[in-house]
Nanobody, 127 residues
Framework: QVQLVESGGGSVQAGGSLRLSCTCRLSGYEYSAYALAWFRQAPGKEREGVAFIRSDEYTNYDDSVKGRFSISRDNAKSTLYLQMNSLKPEDTAMYYC???????????????????WGQGTQVTVSS
């Protein structure tokens, strides 16, 4: 397991933007080997995958955020990002980053795939 710490959450109006960050206590070399993902969980709902980035920079998104969210990573800083634009009230949730060496394009949405999770950062979008 690796330690992950999210930041950047907050309250915005619909149509606004936020950028989430997730830092990791690994060297850049070790960090670069991990697949990373953002998940979110709204009250009373299951945790769901939002975006995924593999070690080779391959990305995948949930249909609900395609065209609005962008995932990226900076291996030199051991940091994962989620740029969220055109935010909607339905994006309101606790957002978590997750890391795993074996997550891939066919299994990235499964919560059980990931051994390491951050503590979460709250995003609230008002209409």
């Amino acid at each position: 397991q690796v330690q992950l710490v999210e930041s950047g959450g907050g309250s915005v109006q619909a149509g606004g933007s936020l950028r989430l960050s997730c830092t990791c206590r690994l060297s850049g070399y070790e960090y670069s080997a991990y697949a990373l993902a953002w998940f979110r969980q709204a009250p009373g709902k299951e945790r769901e995958g939002v975006a995924f980035i593999r070690s080779d920079e391959y990305t995948n998104y949930d249909d609900s955020v395609k065209g609005r969210f962008s995932i990226s990573r900076d291996n030199a800083k051991s940091t994962l990002y989620l740029q969220m634009n055109s935010l909607k009230p339905e994006d309101t949730a606790m957002y978590y980053c997750a890391a795993d060496q074996w997550a891939n394009s066919y299994n990235w949405r499964f919560v059980t795939q990931y051994r390491s999770w951050g503590q979460g950062t709250q995003v609230t979008v008002s209409s």
